[in-house]
């Protein structure tokens, strides 16, 4: 697939457009100066919302992804706008010869079906969906591999690491030319790599107190605006979990060279400590917009809209070793990144399932990670499932946590 001319705009697949993810890239798309162009918005349910960015952003294809979900406020777009329904749609938006980048900010294990397609049709995938990489990391990096595609990360974690492994390009190669090549070619210079991780909400809450903590409690976080199912992972520290996965992936290194540090101020977003004993660290405020703009532009510099740090003012910045028994998703995380293949499907269905109880109220906070650790014990492990067999892997363990969690 040939990307854009130079001066032609670069043509972006925002997948999720609705959500956390998709306003800041559209941000970003807006601060770009027509670098960048909207050309495909996708939205499950929220129509209305989906219709007011088309006037905005003008895309040629818009995709409701529920079938279900109602049509009515996109009937005087379609006039205008082609409008696709249903997965179906997002499979053709995705796959057309007109889209250069695919940014994948659909939320969960529904991820996955956007991620694949893109790669399938060898386009460049902006990662936000770290769900994707949890269920199928090993499938989707060869998918990449014999298509063509790449695949970039959002997530600020990654993308740090990105960037600090960025600093050690080989001698002859042309300055700046390695930000976008294969970070993973460094990894012989790595010792490890520290994700960051804020603490969420409950880092010092007594370990009893877990027990009745509110929804709303879980869902203030101390410094990320977040969609609702991020912000729950950031609380029990799944999210972490995942990024460990994540990570593996991305960079190609062993689960024992992925260190987590909490750091409660968001402002290191993570760090490299190379082989020589020197410790890279990219930081800035917690603003996803940046991550974003650097995976949309290929991982080039270029003036960003979110707000830079205040220098006028003092700032401590603190790092602790987290504490994994307030936070067993961790050792969790290690596990299923150590063990791959069926076990990172089982475990994000687990915890989709279980979050969402959580926030329907139906079980306590401290109870989520626990469920997840028991849907992975007692499910018959596959070391290389198919995609097939990952997803009829991903609806059994939705199954049997519904199950767990009624009885
Ligand atoms: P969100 O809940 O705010 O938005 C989710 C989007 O996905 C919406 O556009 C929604 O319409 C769409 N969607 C929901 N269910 C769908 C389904 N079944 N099929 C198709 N589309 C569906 O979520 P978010 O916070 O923007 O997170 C999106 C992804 O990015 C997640 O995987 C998250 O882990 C990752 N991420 C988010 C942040 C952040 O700051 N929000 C940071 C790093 C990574
Ligand atoms: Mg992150």
Redesign the pocket.
């Known amino acids: 697939m040939k990307e854009s001319q130079k001066d032609e705009p670069r043509r972006i697949a925002v997948?999720?457009?609705?959500?956390?993810?998709?306003a800041s890239a559209l941000d970003v798309i807006a601060a770009s100066g027509g670098r960048l162009a909207a050309a495909v918005l996708?939205?499950?349910?929220?129509t209305a919302k989906l219709a007011g960015l088309a006037r905005r952003f003008r895309p040629e294809t818009l995709v409701v992804?529920?079938p279900e979900a109602d049509r009515a406020p996109l009937a005087e777009l379609e006039r205008t706008t082609r409008v696709l329904y249903g997965p179906e749609g997002l499979d053709e938006a995705v796959s057309s010869p007109e889209i250069d980048v695919v940014l994948a900010?659909?939320?969960?294990g529904?991820?996955l079906r956007g991620s694949w397609r893109a790669l399938e049709a060898g386009k460049t995938l902006a990662l936000?969906?770290?769900?994707s990489l949890v269920l199928a990391g090993s499938l989707l990096f060869d998918l990449a591999r014999k298509n063509g595609g790449r695949i970039l990360p959002?997530?600020?974690e990654h993308s740090a690491i990105w960037q600090a492994l960025a600093s050690c390009r080989p001698a002859e190669t042309p300055y700046g030319a390695s930000c976008g090549s294969d970070p993973a070619e460094r990894k012989d210079l790595v010792r490890r790599l520290i994700l960051t991780a804020s603490g969420g909400p409950f880092r010092n809450k007594p370990l009893d107190e877990l027990r009745r903590v509110t929804v709303g409690e879980a869902l203030a976080h101390p410094t990320?605006k977040?969609?609702?199912?991020?912000t729950i992972?950031s609380a029990t520290m799944m999210?972490k979990a995942f990024e460990i996965i994540e990570a593996r992936w991305l960079f190609d290194l062993p689960p024992e060279k992925i260190g987590v540090v909490i750091h409660p101020q968001s402002i290191i977003h993570s760090m490299v400590e190379f082989v020589d004993g020197a410790v890279i660290a990219q930081m800035g405020t917690p603003d996803?917009r940046l991550p974003i703009q650097l995976a949309l532009c290929g991982m080039e510099r270029r003036r960003c809209p979110a707000p830079s740090l205040d220098w006028s003012r003092a700032r401590a910045l603190e790092l602790f070793p987290p504490d994994e028994e307030r936070f067993p998703a961790i050792p969790l995380g290690r596990r299923v990144a150590r063990d791959g293949g069926s076990a990172g499907a089982v475990v994000n269905a687990a915890n989709e399932v279980a979050v969402a109880a959580f926030l329907a109220g139906k079980i306590p906070f401290h109870k989520i990670t626990g469920i997840c650790q028991s849907i992975l014990e007692h499910h018959q492990f596959e070391q290389e499932p198919s995609l097939e067999r990952l997803f009829e892997l991903d609806r059994q363990a939705r199954t049997e946590t519904q199950t767990w969690i009624s009885d």
């Open positions: 997948l999720g457009a609705t959500g956390s993810i998709g996708t939205a499950h349910r929220q992804t529920d900010a659909i939320v969960g529904a991820g936000a969906n770290k769900e959002v997530d600020s990320w977040m969609g609702k199912k991020i992972d999210n996803m």
